[in-house]
C-alpha cells in the first residue's frame, strides 16, 4: 500500500517547502500598482533584502528565475569579448559559465572537479598569469546545488587580493542566501545573485542581484546593456515601476514581505544560519552512518566543505532513481535528482540523489525525511549501515 497522503514534502532542493504563511500573503486580490500599500512596502523590502545578503550597497529586482540572475549580472558588468574566470565545482558552475559565454565573453574555465571545493592558490595562480590584468570578473558558485559543496567565498576573495588583481568578484548565492552563512560586504564580494524559490521561501519568478559600488562603476563602462537587463534603474528608481523594468510582480512582493518578516521574527540571519547548520549535522549524521556498510556515500567527504541547505548522494545505480521513486510513492516526500553526476556507465544519473534542507524547515520535517529514506533502503533492499536514525535524532536532542 502507499502511505503517501497527506502533505506532500518537496525536498528536491528547490523549489523549496512554501510556508504556509507565505501562500496566505499572497492570496489576496491585486492591489494598486501606482500608489497605495504595495509602492509604500519598498523601501522597507529592500533594506530586508540587504539584510539578508549582508550589505549597505544596492539591490536591483528582477521578474526571473535563478538564470536570468545569472544573466542580469553579467551583462551589467561585461561587455562582449571580455575575458572571465570561471570557478565550476558542479553543473550550476558550468551553467553560469555557459550563460557567459553565450554573452560573447571569453571564458576560462578552473575546473575542481564534483567532489572537492575551489582551492583559493589555483585561483591566485590564474589570476598572478593575467599580468595585464584583462580577466574583469571571477565567477563562483557559493554552493553547488548539484554536488553540495560549499566553497570558501573568503578565501577565494583572499585569493583575489594575493595576486592585486583588479577583477571583480562575482558569487551565484542561489542556493545559499538564507541557509549557508553568507556575508557580502564583509567578504569583499562584488555582486551577490539569489532568487526567490530556494533559502526565501517565495515561489520562484523573482530574483535578486546585490553589486557593490565597483561593480557599478564596472556598469558605466560596459558599452550596451540591454534595457531589460541594466540595473541601473532597478536600484534606483525614480517611479515604482523601474523597481521592475515594468509590472511588478505584485503577489511575490507580499509573499516575499512575509518570507523576510519571517525570518526576521526567527532572530534574524544568524538564527536561520544556526537552525540550517544543525540540521545539516542532523542530515550527515543519519548519511554517514548508512554510508558505514553498502553503496551509501557522501558526495562531499569533508564536512567544512558540505553546504547545510542540500546533500548529494552517490548510491549506485538504479538505486538513487528507485529510492525517488519509492520515497515519492510510498511516503510522500520527493527527493532530487542527481543533476550534472551522469557518466557513461551511469547516462541518467540513476546512481545518485539529493536531499534538500533549505528554507522552511524544522526537526521532525528532517526526521521524517530522513525516516523515508531507511524505509526505502529497507523495502528496497539496498544495504546500510546501522543506528542512522538513533544519530540523527541525538543530535537533535543535543541542540
Ligand atoms: C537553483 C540554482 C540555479 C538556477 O536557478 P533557476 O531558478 O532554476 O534558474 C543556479 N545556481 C544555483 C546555485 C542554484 O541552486
Excluded at 142 to 153: A, G, K, L, Y
Excluded at 167 to 184: K, N, Q, Y
Excluded at 193 to 221: D, N, Y
Amino acid at each position: 500500500m502507499t502511505l503517501s497522503f497527506g502533505r506532500p514534502y518537496l525536498a528536491i532542493p528547490g523549489p523549496s517547502v512554501m510556508p504556509d504563511r507565505v501562500l496566505r500573503a499572497m492570496h489576496r486580490p491585486g492591489p494598486n500598482i501606482y500608489e497605495g500599500e504595495l509602492v509604500e512596502m519598498m523601501p522597507d523590502l529592500i533594506e530586508s533584502l540587504r539584510t539578508v545578503a549582508r550589505t549597505r550597497h544596492n539591490v536591483a529586482i528582477y521578474i526571473a528565475n535563478g538564470h536570468g540572475a545569472w544573466e542580469a549580472a553579467l551583462a551589467n558588468v561585461l561587455s562582449p569579448g571580455e575575458k572571465v574566470l570561471s570557478l565550476c565545482t558542479g553543473r550550476f558552475g558550468h551553467g553560469w559559465t555557459e550563460m557567459a559565454e553565450a554573452l560573447g565573453a571569453q571564458v576560462q574555465i578552473e575546473d575542481f572537479g564534483l567532489r572537492a571545493p575551489v582551492a583559493p592558490a589555483r585561483v591566485e595562480a590564474a589570476l598572478l598569469a593575467d599580468p595585464d590584468h584583462s580577466i574583469r570578473a571571477v565567477l563562483l558558485t557559493h554552493v553547488d546545488t548539484s554536488t553540495s559543496i560549499r566553497n570558501d567565498v573568503a578565501a577565494v576573495r583572499a585569493a583575489l587580493d594575493a595576486a592585486g588583481h583588479p577583477a571583480l568578484l562575482l558569487v551565484d548565492c542561489i542556493a545559499s542566501m538564507g541557509c549557508d552563512r553568507f556575508e557580502m560586504d564583509a567578504w569583499g564580494v562584488d555582486v551577490a545573485i539569489t532568487a526567490s524559490q530556494k533559502g526565501l521561501m517565495v515561489p520562484p519568478g523573482v530574483a535578486f542581484v546585490f553589486f557593490s559600488e565597483k561593480a557599478a562603476q564596472a556598469r558605466t563602462k560596459v558599452t550596451r546593456v540591454s534595457r531589460y537587463w541594466d540595473w541601473t534603474d532597478r536600484a534606483n528608481p525614480k517611479v515604482f515601476y523601474q523597481y521592475f523594468g515594468g509590472t511588478a510582480p505584485t503577489h511575490h512582493l507580499y509573499g516575499l514581505r512575509e518570507s523576510l518578516d519571517m525570518i526576521a521574527e526567527e532572530g534574524g540571519m544568524e538564527a536561520v544560519w544556526a537552525r540550517h547548520a544543525q540540521l545539516a549535522r542532523v542530515v550527515w549524521a543519519a548519511f554517514e552512518a548508512w554510508a558505514s556498510e553498502g553503496p551509501l556515500e557522501l558526495n562531499v567527504a569533508d564536512r567544512t566543505h558540505r553546504s547545510c541547505a542540500v546533500t548529494s548522494v552517490r548510491i549506485g545505480a538504479p538505486n538513487g532513481t528507485a529510492l525517488r521513486r519509492w520515497t515519492e510513492e510510498k511516503a510522500g516526500i520527493t527527493l532530487g535528482i542527481g543533476l550534472g553526476m551522469n557518466t557513461d556507465e551511469d547516462p541518467d544519473a540513476d546512481g545518485f540523489f539529493r536531499l534538500g534542507h533549505m528554507g522552511h524547515l524544522n526537526a521532525s520535517m528532517v526526521m521524517g525525511a530522513l525516516s523515508s529514506i531507511q524505509s526505502g533502503l529497507i523495502a528496497l533492499g539496498i544495504p546500510h549501515g546501522p543506528g542512522a536514525l538513533d544519530a540523527a535524532a541525538l543530535v537533535i536532542s543535543e541542540a
